[in-house]
Each structure stands twice: as structure tokens, then as C-alpha cells.
């Protein structure tokens, strides 16, 4: 797992997983520095499912002590992308296909549910910051640069939540997000994907741009549920081969 430089920018993920566990935005300590890193390691596919987390290997890396090693894994343990049992190395959380489908669907109805918040309390001038971001989604899916369309894909998602206005909500979609980021990295890695996405997303901002609720919140349990056929399709399993 390679190390970050000190004082280099964050990346786009260390940022994502540093707002969804509520930190502030900066690495505060060697504790942050050990969550980004196991973190994005885990949602960019560099730790795979089952990979051990040695404690006393990461306190070496980061030149610390156990305790934020162990502080580190805690944190991730419980927004579900570590796993920590008695007398065994901490380990990669596995996500079976069962749960991933359940991910799915609880994530496709509060998308929708969120798209219609949008239609209800956004007028035009709030909708068009979609605008924005499709067009670098175009670009990057032009460029074929699928890490970059990845999180341009967050930041969509992201701002839907924050305009639908319900907090509760956007709290649930955090955490069920957190943990299935890794498989939304996976299945927009997959020959066609970009060119689907893109195309699915320009036809949602269509529909918010009409302030039509209805088709934007059935466009938006399509996109989810695209992704989860993706996924089928990879062959995951949740496990570590």
C-alpha cells in the first residue's frame, strides 16, 4: 500500500471518504492518514476483498504506534468495509452478492426519492449546476479516463443528496455509499460502461431540467440498477480470488 507524500493534495477519494466519516475536510493526524489510505485503498480496488490488514505492518508504515492503527480499523469496521474477529488479523470486509443486491435496491429507491425531492424544491437556477458536472462527465468519458468520470460520478450523486434537503437520507446514502463505492469503481471499469453512464446521466438532467419527476426519479433507479447487472456481470463474489 503506498504511502502518501505529506502535504500533497488530496485526491478525490481521500476527500469522499474524509467528508462521508465526518472528519474535517484536512487530515487531522496519523490516525487520518491511516483511515484515507486503508480507505481508498479499499474503494479504488488496490485491497481486495479478504486481503489481511496487519497492524503491526501499517504502524510501521506510518511509523506509529497500534492505537491509530486500531482506531483507524474500528472506523472503517463499522462503516462496513473492515472486518475485525476475535484472534485474526483484521481483514478487507467481503460483501456477498446478497447484500450487494440489497445495497442496490435500498440505494435505487432513496435515488428516486431523492429525484423527486429535487423536482419538488429546486427551481432552475439550483438544477443547473447538473450542467456543470455532465459536462465534465462528457469530457472524461471522451478522454476515456474512467478514474476521473468515477468520482465526477460522486460528485453527481452527491449534490442530488445535498439539494433533495432531507438529512436523513443523505445519512443513510453515505454510509450504504461508502460501502459500495468499491463496486461502483468496479462496474464503471467494464467495456461500454462510460458510454452507457454518460448517456443515462445527460437524459437525467433532461429530466430535471423539465422539472419532471416522475421520469427523473425511474431514470435514477435505472442508473443504480445498471450498475448492480454491471457487477453481476464481472463475476464478483465478495471473495478475496
Request: aromatic share 4%.
Amino acid at each position: 500500500m503506498p504511502l502518501r507524500v505529506a502535504g500533497a493534495p488530496l485526491t478525490a477519494g481521500e476527500r469522499e471518504i474524509l467528508r462521508v466519516l465526518r472528519r474535517s475536510g484536512e487530515i487531522g493526524g496519523v490516525t487520518d492518514e491511516i483511515l484515507i489510505a486503508v480507505g481508498s485503498g479499499i474503494v479504488e480496488g488496490r485491497l481486495k476483498p479478504g486481503d489481511d490488514l496487519n497492524s503491526v505492518e501499517l504502524a510501521r508504515r506510518f511509523n506509529s504506534s497500534r492505537t491509530p492503527v486500531r482506531e483507524a480499523l474500528l472506523t472503517l469496521e463499522r462503516e462496513g468495509l473492515v472486518e475485525i474477529a476475535a484472534r485474526k488479523r483484521p481483514r478487507v470486509r467481503r460483501l456477498g452478492l446478497t447484500e450487494v443486491r440489497e445495497m442496490y435496491e435500498l440505494r435505487a429507491e432513496l435515488y428516486g426519492l431523492v429525484s423527486r425531492r429535487i423536482v419538488e424544491r429546486c427551481g432552475p437556477e439550483r438544477v443547473a449546476v447538473f450542467h456543470g458536472i455532465q459536462a465534465r462527465l462528457e469530457q472524461a468519458a471522451a478522454a476515456h479516463d474512467q478514474e476521473r468520470y468515477f468520482w465526477l460520478i460522486v460528485e453527481f450523486r452527491n449534490t442530488e443528496a445535498r439539494l433533495a434537503g432531507n438529512e436523513t437520507v443523505r445519512t443513510v446514502l453515505d454510509s450504504v455509499g461508502l460501502r459500495t463505492l468499491q463496486l461502483r469503481h468496479l462496474s464503471l471499469s467494464l467495456p461500454g460502461r462510460l458510454e452507457t453512464s454518460v448517456d443515462d446521466h445527460r437524459r437525467l438532467v433532461r429530466a430535471y431540467d423539465d422539472a419532471d419527476g416522475e421520469l427523473a426519479a425511474a431514470l435514477t433507479r435505472s442508473i443504480v440498477r445498471r450498475g448492480l447487472a454491471a457487477v453481476e456481470r464481472s463475476g464478483w463474489t465478495g471473495s478475496a480470488d
